[in-house]
């Protein structure tokens, strides 16, 4: 194991994430899946980033469930990880569980002080809209319990 925490330092994450994105661009989404899981697998112990990404494509594909499931999954098994709460909130909030996303915006906010700026920018974007008084109208996808 390296430094990173990486089982495997031979496999290229970056050329991973970028070809599941162009997969995904192209509509191909389980097989950008898989890359997201072999990413994962290839830290010891795993991590947030590929299961975060593999959720919100789920999410962009319409199969909610699935991507909220995943960002679940996520948020229990990095509760640390800000990307995989700020994810799952909103997607709670495209699903139109507006409640489950106000949860999700205030256990992101209990650990934003490890965040990245981007992530940071992200979060307040997103509290920015779903967070106000009057929240974009978003025709929400049946998801049923999660």
Not at 34 to 42: F, I, N, Q, T, Y
Not at 55 to 73: D, H, I, N, S
Request: charged fraction near 25%.
């Amino acid at each position: 194991m390296n430094k990173e925490g990486r089982s495997n330092p031979e496999f290229d994450v970056r050329e991973a994430l970028s070809r599941a994105y162009l997969l995904v661009s192209w509509g191909h989404i389980d097989p950008a899946l898989e890359l997201c899981e072999r990413v994962d697998e290839s830290f010891e112990g795993g991590h947030p980033l590929p299961q975060t990404l593999a959720g919100g494509f789920l999410v962009g594909a319409g199969r909610m469930r699935e991507g909220l499931q995943r960002l679940r999954a996520t948020v229990r098994r990095f509760p640390a990880a800000p990307m995989p709460h700020i994810q799952f909130a909103e997607a709670c909030f495209l699903a139109g569980r507006h409640r489950q996303g106000h949860r999700a915006m205030e256990r992101a906010r209990g650990v934003l002080d490890e965040a990245s700026e981007e992530c940071r920018l992200w979060f307040d974007s997103l509290e920015a809209v779903w967070m106000s008084n009057d929240p974009p109208a978003v025709t929400s996808l049946p998801v049923g319990p999660i």
